[in-house]
Each structure stands twice: as C-alpha cells, then as structure tokens.
C-alpha cells in the first residue's frame, strides 16, 4: 500500500504563485510515473502535468509555460510550481502515481486532494 499526502494549496489572487507536494509513503517499491491532476467544481478530473522515473514530463495546453512539475525520487515526492496563476485555475488538485511492487502491477494510488483557489 502506498500513501500520499499532499499540501500547499491555498487562495492567492490572480498571477500569483503556488507551490504544490505530494509525498509518497508506505512499502514502496518504484514509482514510474508521478503526476498532477485537478477537478473544478461541477466539472470532470482533467491532467494538469505528470513526469516520469527520469525526468521526462508532460503538461497540459492550458498550464504550459505557466506549471513546472518536478520530482525528488530520493524523497518520493513530486512537487507542481504554479505561476501566474489564473481564477480558471481554481480546482482541488489532485496527487496521483503508479506503483510497481510485488503486489502493486502499475497500480494507481490518488491523493485526497488539495484545494486551490485563485481570486480575480
């Protein structure tokens, strides 16, 4: 079993920053992939960036340029830097991985979630 456990989301006006973790606990094998999710109110959960083991990642149209997701692998934390942050931003954002163990093949684990809210 795996645990995630994220923070650092919060409420800033528009064009600010935020900075986001999950960190990952528990009998963990290897993570491949680590990744951000986020779902607004009233609408479904869309990809928001994921990065792989090696450092390869890929973002979402509407955050590029604007989102850096990194990882510490040493830590097993994945971390999101949020810039220039707009009110479309405002969503619970979501932790999630895929863990490959002995009895964990590729299985994805989901964090709580995190609110971010952006003022206008």
């Known amino acids: 079993q795996v645990q995630l456990v994220e923070s650092g989301g919060g409420l800033v006006q528009a064009g600010g920053s935020l900075r986001l973790s999950c960190a990952a606990s528990?009998?963990?094998?290897?993570?491949?992939?680590m990744g951000w999710y986020r779902q607004a109110s009233g609408k479904q959960r869309e990809f928001v960036a994921t990065?792989?083991?090696?450092?390869?990642?890929n973002y979402a149209r509407s955050v590029k340029g604007r989102f850096t997701i990194s990882r510490d692998n040493a830590k097993n934390t994945v971390y999101l830097q949020m810039n220039s942050l707009k009110p479309e931003d405002t969503a619970v954002h979501y932790c999630?991985?895929?863990?490959?163990?002995?009895?964990?093949?590729?299985?994805?684990?989901w964090g709580q979630g995190t609110q971010v809210t952006v003022s206008s």
């Open positions: 528990g009998n963990i094998f290897s993570i491949n992939i």
């Open positions: 990065i792989s083991s090696g450092g390869s990642t």
């Open positions: 999630n991985v895929d863990h490959w163990g002995p009895s964990d093949y590729g299985k994805d684990y």
